[in-house]
């Protein structure tokens, strides 16, 4: 079977997932709200893919490597002073009180060691997923449906075509 219309139809999807990830990540969220991107680097890690394969049709949507512990939340591990200290020197909008980078690495550092990552999710994540489903769902399933109710239309037609030959 051809998936014309249903490749359009998950590009589009993928088109406007994309954009409304990136949107999540640069909004400002949590008490004190700030981004959830210091560098830059997630949002420029989002990007979408829709391929054929084996008879069938699909679309990835791939992220740094960090983007599930920005989206459900680290939970505790260990990680270095200097990555620490590494990205408050990337992240644009950090607020230094009262310590030097070098000690705020280290207090933080410690408190992912103790509690995890996103403190001020209550270390729940950005639920970036969570509020595309809910916000999108509806659309991405007609959207789909629509797609490939088309492509059987045209391959239902064809079939139809080449026995009406045969006859």
């Keep these: 079977m051809i998936y014309k219309f ?10 406007k997932l994309e954009k409304a990830i990136k949107e999540q990540i640069e909004k400002p969220l949590g008490k004190p709200a700030i981004r959830l991107d210091a560098s830059g680097n ?7 893919v829709v391929f054929a394969a084996k008879d069938s049709i699909y679309m990835n949507i791939y992220g740094a490597s960090y983007f599930d512990d920005i989206d459900k939340g680290g939970s505790p591990k260990n990680v270095s002073e200097g990555t620490i200290l590494q990205w ?24 992912i060691r103790e509690s995890g990552t996103i403190k001020r999710f209550n270390y729940g994540g950005a639920e970036i997923i969570d509020y595309l489903d809910t916000t999108y769902y509806e659309w991405i ?10 492509d059987l239309e045209v391959e239902l037609d064809n079939l139809t075509k080449n026995v ?4």
């Design 88 to 111: 408050i020197n990337n992240k644009r909008d950090f607020t230094l009180i009262g310590n030097s980078k070098k000690v705020a690495a280290k207090n933080i550092a410690n408190a």
């Design 164 to 167: 009406n030959k045969q006859s």
């Design 42 to 48: 997630l949002k420029r890690s989002i990007r979408g």
């Design 141 to 150: 399933t007609k959207e789909i449906y629509n797609g490939y109710y088309k």
């Design 6 to 15: 249903s490749s359009e139809a998950l590009n589009r999807v993928r088109s």
